[in-house]
């Protein structure tokens, strides 16, 4: 009687803690899986989007397609359907 008692208490306290533990990292992990596709497209791809708007401002954007579409490959490289 005495080991009974002694085995459920431990299982008991293994229990939340188990599941206490799997339910946390769950949710975390799906916001980073999600945070990558969730990246504001102005945040994205800062190198080309300012080599983009430099050569716009000076050059006008018919003079700036290299720029513009290097721009475009990165922000699909980011995930963007643009």
């Known amino acids: 009687m005495g080991s009974t008692e ?3 208490p431990v299982q008991s306290a293994a229990s ?10 769950a949710p975390a992990r799906a916001p980073s899986t999600d945070s ?6 102005c945040c994205a791809c800062p190198d080309t989007k300012r080599l983009r708007d430099e050569c716009i401002v ?16 990165c922000l699909r490289a ?4 643009v």
């Open 6 to 8: 002694h085995q459920m």
């Open 16 to 25: 939340p803690t188990v599941n206490g533990g799997s339910a946390a990292p």
């Open 36 to 41: 990558k596709p969730k990246k504001k497209i």
């Open 58 to 73: 000076e050059h006008g954007e018919s003079a700036c397609t290299k720029w513009i579409e290097a721009h475009k490959r």
């Open 78 to 81: 980011e995930g963007f359907n």
